[in-house]
């Protein structure tokens, strides 16, 4: 499955934003789609994930602390990175990644993930 982050953009701090990340086919077979971000010299981190497969897994990063959500739109073939109360940390790219092989127990896993779309900038002001 092909994906396609979009939705980035400038927002000022407190703000929010909605990410998509698009499949080109079903994401009930995709096994589950992560958001990661990085940072300009530094490794991606996993932002959220969950199945779309089997189960209702979902995993997210501390530092989310409550502020996102990952909601998922299968007629849509969508997962969504719902972010609010951003934060001039938050500034980063963010990717979409799927692989049919994830399931809850390595949701957190990076290489788990074979399939990547390309990033989409977040810029958040202060």
């Known amino acids: 499955v092909q994906l396609q982050a979009s939705g980035g953009g400038l927002v000022q701090a407190g703000g929010s934003l909605r990410l998509s990340c698009a499949a080109s086919g079903s994401i009930f077979v995709a096994g589950a789609i992560g958001w990661y971000r990085q940072f300009p010299g530094k490794q991606r981190e996993l932002v959220a994930a969950?199945?779309?497969?089997?189960?209702?897994?979902?995993k997210y990063a501390d530092f989310v602390q409550g502020r996102f959500a990952i909601p998922k739109d299968y007629p849509k073939n969508t997962v969504y990175l719902q972010m609010n109360s951003l934060r001039p940390e938050d500034t980063a790219v963010y990717y979409c990644?799927?692989?049919?092989?994830?399931?809850?127990?390595?949701?957190?896993?990076?290489?788990?993930?074979?399939?990547w779309g390309l990033g989409t900038q977040v810029t958040v002001s202060s």
């Open positions: 990644a799927a692989d049919p092989s994830v399931i809850s127990s390595n949701l957190a896993s990076q290489r788990a993930y074979a399939n």
């Open positions: 969950i199945t779309t497969t089997t189960g209702d897994g979902t």
